[in-house]
C-alpha cells in the first residue's frame, strides 16, 4: 500500500459548483498535511496545510482531516476554470523528516 | 529573481552518461528534496538533506546520488543514466514550518 493515496481522476465539476478531492494515508503518526495545486508544465504550489481533525478554511478552499479514519480531502466552492489543475496530497511523516505525496488528483472545471 | 533555481531546465542526455542537476535556494532553509516526476505517479522522494553532513536516502535512490555543497546547493547526479530516469526532476526546500518551495523542474531526457 502507498503511503498516500488519490483518486487519479480525472473529476471534472462544472463552474460554480463544488469540488471534493480525497486523499487517504497509511502512516497513523503523520502529524501535518498539505495540499499542493499544480498547473501542467509548472511547480506544485502549497494552497492549504492543516495540523489538527477538523476543517481548515481559507477562502474558497476548505482542508479537512480525520486522523481517527487517517483521511485528508480538499473542498473547493464556487469552482473556476482556473481552478483546473493537479492537486497533489502531502504529509511530513512521523519521524517528520520525509515530504510524501499522493500521486496527486487531476481536476478539471468546465465553463 | 526565483527563491529556489534548478539548472538547466532542460537536458538530452544519452544512455550511460553522465549527469548532474544542480539545485540553488536562497531561502535560508536548511531542509532540501529531490523529486522526480512521472506521469500518473505524482512526486516521488529521490534524496532528503537536512543538512550538510544529513543526507538519507527517499523512496527511489537507486541510480542517484546527491551531493550537499553547502546549505544552499544541493546537487543530484545519474552516474549512468538510463532511458527509465526520463522525468521531469523537481528540487524543493522547507523550513521547520515544514512548506515546501519548489524550483522550476528540470525536464531530463535519456535516449
Known amino acids: 500500500q502507498k503511503e498516500v493515496e488519490q483518486n487519479s481522476g480525472p473529476l471534472s465539476v462544472p463552474e460554480g459548483a463544488i469540488a471534493s478531492l480525497n486523499c487517504t494515508y497509511s502512516?497513523?503518526?503523520?502529524?501535518?498535511f498539505f495540499w499542493y495545486r499544480q498547473y501542467s508544465g509548472k511547480s506544485p504550489e502549497l494552497i492549504m496545510s492543516?495540523?489538527?481533525?477538523g476543517d481548515k478554511e481559507d477562502g474558497r478552499f476548505t482542508a479537512q482531516l480525520n486522523k481517527a479514519s487517517q483521511y485528508v480531502s480538499l473542498l473547493i466552492r464556487d469552482s473556476q476554470p482556473s481552478d483546473s489543475a493537479t492537486y497533489l496530497c502531502?504529509?511530513?511523516?512521523?519521524?517528520?523528516?520525509?515530504?510524501?505525496f499522493g500521486s496527486g488528483t487531476q481536476l478539471t472545471v468546465l465553463p | 529573481d526565483a527563491d529556489v533555481t534548478q539548472t538547466p531546465r532542460n537536458r538530452i542526455t544519452k544512455t550511460g552518461k553522465r549527469i548532474m542537476l544542480e539545485c540553488s535556494q536562497t531561502?535560508?532553509?536548511?531542509?532540501m528534496y529531490w523529486y522526480r516526476q512521472d506521469p500518473g505517479l505524482g512526486l516521488r522522494l529521490i534524496y532528503y538533506?537536512?543538512?550538510?553532513?544529513?543526507?538519507n536516502k527517499g523512496e527511489i535512490s537507486d541510480g542517484y546520488s546527491v551531493s550537499r555543497q553547502a546549505q544552499a546547493k544541493f546537487s543530484l547526479s545519474l552516474e549512468s543514466a538510463i532511458p527509465n530516469q526520463t522525468a521531469l526532476y523537481f528540487c524543493?526546500?522547507?523550513?521547520?514550518?515544514?512548506?515546501?518551495?519548489f524550483g522550476q523542474g528540470t525536464r531530463l531526457t535519456v535516449v
Open positions: 524543493a526546500t522547507s523550513g521547520t514550518g515544514a512548506e515546501a518551495f
Open positions: 502512516d497513523r503518526v503523520s502529524q501535518s
Open positions: 492543516i495540523y489538527s481533525n
Open positions: 502531502a504529509l511530513l511523516g512521523g519521524s517528520a523528516r520525509q515530504l510524501t
Open positions: 531561502k535560508g532553509h536548511d531542509r
Open positions: 538533506s537536512f543538512d550538510v553532513k544529513d543526507i
